[in-house]
């Protein structure tokens, strides 16, 4: 199927992510929010980051105007009803997205595709609400997405071959690089990445080391290009705590469970990146 026109549900630091990668690539993209105002920031974050790529020499003004031309946004799911594609990237909790795959899945078109961003839900749990499980497969982009290439294209026991196909083929035309797989918790990265980080934060208790220490031994001792405490910063505290509660949930092992520190941070504001403090401190 020829996916034309792409939907976005949820236009947070993700949903923005992959609406800027699609209007790049030459898509027309409707974006939807829940409020003006919260439209609006989303315009500006993809304003600010696309201004960034003229910074960098990766665009010119055109290229910038082009881009922000093919994007419409909307506080009205309804006007994604002539969508290929929607992607949905909300707050990571089952009953919301539940909530917005039953709504779409009558909004939308016989043939369209709809995708879930989840990290570490079950897709077959969301796509289980619609009349049309067969069109739901999950659609992981990592972030930032303007920036990782990764796209994990997960599919459900219901999810038809058209789907799946369709949608890893509309990855390679954004510029992304698909990988397939099944639903289970977690999926491939999150899988093996978050007890890995889980360890890394005991780690800073166990061994008595700083957060930039630890950073240091794994860039320099593993050659990794970022260190655990500066990537859960990049994540989003919050956002690891929810996939590991959920991997935890799902698969009941230790190592998923969010450690200690990590849920004083949450429950302090100190989310990374997004907030100014986490691990590190950021200019904001």
């Known amino acids: 199927?020829?996916?034309?026109?792409?939907?976005?549900?949820?236009?947070?630091?993700?949903?923005?992510?992959?609406?800027?990668?699609?209007?790049?690539?030459?898509?027309?993209?409707v974006g939807r929010e829940v409020s003006a105002e919260l439209v609006e920031a989303a315009r500006a974050r993809i304003e600010h980051y696309l201004g960034r790529g003229i910074e960098k020499g990766r665009l010119s003004e055109q290229d910038k105007e082009v881009a922000l031309a093919r994007l419409r946004t909307t506080t009205d799911l309804g006007d994604l009803a002539d969508c290929d594609?929607?992607?949905?990237?909300?707050?990571?909790?089952?009953?919301?997205?539940?909530?917005?795959?039953r709504e779409l899945d009558g909004i939308v078109g016989p043939e369209a595709v709809l995708a879930t961003n989840t990290s570490a839900l079950s897709v077959t749990a969301i796509a289980g609400v619609t009349k049309h499980p067969e069109r739901v497969v999950g659609m992981h982009f990592f972030n930032p997405a303007p920036v990782l290439p990764l796209v994990e294209v997960v599919r459900t026991d219901a999810s038809s071959e058209e789907s799946v196909d369709a949608v890893y083929a509309f990855a390679e035309r954004i510029g992304k690089r698909p990988i397939r797989c099944r639903d289970t918790p977690g999926f491939v990265v999150n899988r093996i990445l978050i007890p890995l980080l889980n360890d890394c934060v005991r780690v800073l208790d166990e061994a008595d080391v700083t957060p930039?220490?630890?950073?240091?031994?794994?860039?320099?001792?593993?050659?990794?290009?970022?260190?655990?405490?500066?990537?859960?910063?990049?994540?989003?505290?919050?956002?690891?705590?929810?996939?590991?509660?959920?991997?935890?949930?799902?698969?009941?092992?230790?190592?998923m469970a969010p450690p200690r520190l990590l849920l004083e941070m949450r429950d302090a504001g100190r989310l990374g990146r997004k907030s100014g403090q986490g691990f590190f401190s950021y200019a904001t």
């Open 212 to 255: 930039e220490d630890l950073d240091t031994a794994l860039t320099a001792g593993l050659n990794w290009p970022i260190g655990p405490c500066a990537l859960i910063d990049l994540i989003g505290v919050d956002v690891h705590v929810q996939a590991s509660e959920a991997l935890h949930e799902a698969l009941g092992e230790s190592r």
């Open 85 to 101: 594609l929607v992607v949905e990237a909300i707050v990571e909790e089952l009953q919301a997205k539940q909530d917005v795959f």
């Open 1 to 29: 199927m020829e996916i034309r026109r792409v939907g976005v549900v949820g236009l947070g630091t993700m949903g923005a992510g992959i609406a800027q990668v699609c209007v790049q690539a030459g898509v027309e993209t």
